[in-house]
């Protein structure tokens, strides 16, 4: 379980150019309990709009591609998962793309523009779903348990400005704990019809692999992790995932 917080729970400090106090302020910052939630949900939002942007804009391969992050109230834990769906003929490309996308974010590094944007698309959200009861159903639920003792009102308060305050390091903070080699990473194909697609293009894979890391890089990688407990019985719909989110990473809301 987690240990109990102490004392009270600041907001975040305004943003700092001197070093000193940049430092403070980004101490301060990671030791609130909404910390890990908010980086992982921009960074959520920053990946999806890469792979919506690379896998179905640029590449043609998908018409829906999303990246979910899945975490518990109690439990120190949780996963990633990676869903596409494409065309029978498509499908292994579009399952190789989606985890070179994610893959992509190590050396091709999250813009300001790009964090602008998850801010503003999450601040919306919220301020929109603020109109729905579900919503704050949601927001209050264990806020008063010990048993979930991150959540806090003052999680409610401090979400805005969570938000707001936070930076591109926080995201690749939260990056770090996520696994993406072939090792770690799980991936099916499944049907939706009776006719399978082909086997994986091994060397077309690799080929479509090194052109999208030599778009961030300018150089060759590893593939992208399609072979690796597979299924290819299926037609139209992929998967992949894995688990991430060590013991010292607890999700607030």
């Known amino acids: 379980p987690l240990a109990a917080l102490t004392g009270g729970i600041s907001?975040?400090?305004p943003p700092a150019t001197n070093p000193a106090a940049a430092a403070a302020a980004t101490a301060a910052r990671r030791a609130h309990p909404l910390y890990a939630t908010v980086s992982l949900q921009l960074l959520a939002e920053v990946t999806n709009s890469r792979l919506f942007t690379t896998v179905r804009d640029s590449l043609g391969l998908t018409y829906d591609?999303?990246?979910?992050?899945?975490?518990y109230d109690r439990l120190r834990t949780g996963w990633f998962s990676v869903l596409v769906t494409s065309y029978p003929?498509?499908?292994?490309?579009a399952l190789a793309a989606s985890l070179a996308v994610l893959r992509e974010l190590a050396v091709s590094p999250v813009t300001p523009r790009e964090l602008?944007?998850?801010?503003?698309?999450l601040l919306t959200r919220h301020e929109s779903e603020l109109k729905d009861n579900h919503y704050w159903l949601g927001l209050l639920t264990h806020l008063q348990s010990p048993d979930v003792p991150y959540k806090r009102v003052e999680c409610l308060r401090d979400l805005r400005a969570m938000y707001e305050s936070a930076t591109i390091d926080d995201l690749y903070d939260a990056y770090t704990h996520f696994d993406f080699s072939d090792e770690s990473v799980f991936t099916c194909v499944g049907t939706s019809g009776k006719t399978p697609?082909?086997?994986?293009?091994?060397a077309r894979l690799d080929a479509l692999v090194s052109a999208l890391d030599g778009s961030a890089r300018g150089s060759g990688v590893q593939?992208?992790?399609?072979s690796n407990g597979s299924s290819s019985s299926s037609s139209n719909g992929a998967?992949?995932?894995?688990?991430t989110l060590p013991a010292d990473w607890a999700s607030a809301l």
Do not use: H, L, Q, Y
């Open 239 to 243: 998967a992949a995932g894995g688990a």
């Open 89 to 93: 003929d498509k499908i292994n490309e």
């Open 197 to 202: 697609p082909p086997p994986p293009d091994r």
């Open 65 to 71: 591609v999303s990246f979910e992050v899945t975490t």
């Open 223 to 226: 593939s992208a992790g399609w």
């Open 116 to 121: 602008m944007r998850a801010k503003r698309t």
């Open 11 to 13: 907001p975040p400090p």
